[in-house]
């Protein structure tokens, strides 16, 4: 799960989707295409909109990515188009940048949509977003599950 500084989307989405699936069976992990917030935990509203949702991602720090995460990573899901093409533009081999996905191609197949940054938003931007990502990662626990 990736999003812009690892602090809003992408902590939720890793989130919700630990949720879903067993911890035994699968590694979900979250990282921003900057260094803005490294080490940092989520956002408040984040931790608060998970919390309300009964997920706990008060815990996670954030982190970079890096091309590593294409060799530790089946697939690598991204919050929107900018940081997609951040992400891809990393990648060396075409097997690397086919594991790139926008993750909510999940419910609205190829309609590249992307996950609003809540960041300069209020508590209910945080809301919409969490319902888009527990809606994607529904349909991505389905599959994988």
Do not use: W
């Not at 081999?93 to 996950?115: A, M, Q, R, Y």
């Not at 960041?119 to 990502?133: A, C, I, P, R, S």
């Amino acid at each position: 799960m990736v999003c812009l500084g690892n602090i809003c989307r992408s902590p939720l989405a890793e989130g919700i989707l630990k949720s879903k699936l067993p911890q035994d069976q699968f590694f979900i992990d979250s990282a921003g295409t900057s260094n803005y917030h490294i080490g940092a935990s989520p956002d408040n509203r984040s931790v608060n909109i998970a919390r309300h949702n009964d997920i706990d991602i008060c815990l996670q720090k954030a982190r970079q990515f890096t091309k590593q995460d294409f060799k530790d990573f089946d697939i690598i899901y991204a919050m929107d188009n900018s940081n997609y093409r951040d992400i891809t533009a990393l990648a060396t081999t075409e097997d690397e940048k086919n594991k790139v996905k926008l993750i909510l191609n999940e419910t609205s197949p190829g309609e590249n949509k992307d996950v609003p940054d809540p960041y300069h938003d209020t508590q209910k931007g945080f809301e919409t977003v969490f319902n888009m990502l527990n809606e994607a990662c529904e349909v991505i626990a389905k599959r994988l599950a």
